[in-house]
């Protein structure tokens, strides 16, 4: 069930079913959750443990998990299944990166952040945190848009397409959704 929580919110399909399938749940029905599962891989789940545990989890601790995750009751559920993560980097052995590879960029690079409003991996608020050390980068935030947020629209392709021909130009919002643009759930856990 945590695997399926975080797994949803990085698709825009998956967060705007998320109450359906969460009533279908509650009822009894698990074929959301059969869903989730059937498309994980070995494959991907080896090459996402290699870069957690050599890029990620050495600068981690258990501790600075449940720390993190206090108060939030889907961060909660996720605390022991994540815990085990570090017991399995112990057992792979894999050769930690560099200390420096886990300390902040300070560039003066024209750089554009876009971030996706709901993203469990990346959230807006780590983003605008990495951008503080890029002095002349631009920070997006697009409203109801998922993880892989730049290639989600045609609106955020030509900020993209934009920004690479001119860095020192701002870029131009205005065909985002607004910040307080309603998400539309899906009402049927059916429909898709």
Do not use: W
Request: proline share 9%.
């Amino acid at each position: 069930l945590s695997a399926f929580l975080m797994d949803t919110t990085y698709s825009a399909t998956g967060v705007r079913r998320l109450p359906a399938d969460l009533e279908a749940i509650i009822a009894g029905d698990f074929a959301p959750v059969a869903e989730i599962a059937e498309d994980r891989t070995y494959y991907t789940e080896g090459q996402h443990m290699a870069h957690l545990c050599k890029e990620e989890l050495p600068f981690e601790s258990k501790a600075r998990l449940a720390a993190g995750a206090a108060g939030d009751p889907v961060a909660e559920v996720l605390v022991p299944s994540l815990s085990r993560l570090f017991d399995v980097c112990d057992a792979v052995g894999e050769s930690p990166a560099a200390p420096i590879e886990n300390q902040p960029v300070t560039t003066d690079i024209p750089t554009l952040f876009v971030a996706a409003e709901i993203d469990p991996g990346c959230p807006p608020p780590l983003t605008e945190a990495a951008a503080k050390g890029y002095s002349r980068s631009q920070v997006v935030i697009v409203t109801n848009a998922t993880h892989g947020v730049i290639n989600a629209s045609p609106c955020t392709r030509k900020m993209a397409r934009d920004f690479l021909r001119d860095p020192s130009a701002p870029v131009d919002r205005s065909c985002l959704p607004a910040a307080d643009t309603p998400l539309d759930f899906i009402e049927a856990a059916s429909a898709g």
